[in-house]
């Protein structure tokens, strides 16, 4: 049970990481997340609707995915401070 507590604990933490995040790159993440967590059907953005942090903390839920959108936002973070090494 522990290694679920663990799992839901970081699952919250990246769901707040990526509502953190300043637009245009918070509702491109939280497309990618929709779309990897529901194989690509998700269609929400672009009726209007952006996952909530619910829907995104239970995807994130899922060991696989929440690895692989942390790399992913740990790359971007690098990646953001090698082409703006002087903001934020």
């Known amino acids: 049970m522990r290694d ?51 829907e995104v903390a239970s995807w994130l839920d899922d060991g696989g995915l929440c690895r692989s959108v942390t790399a992913l936002l740990q790359a971007w973070h690098v990646e953001q401070k090698q082409l703006y090494p002087y903001s934020g």
């Open 4 to 54: 679920h507590s663990v799992m839901t604990e970081r699952a919250e933490s990246l769901t707040e990481a990526l509502f953190s995040l300043e637009e245009p790159w918070r509702s491109r993440f939280l497309t990618l997340v929709a779309k990897q967590a529901t194989r690509w059907t998700w269609e929400g953005t672009w009726s209007g609707h952006v996952p909530t942090r619910e």
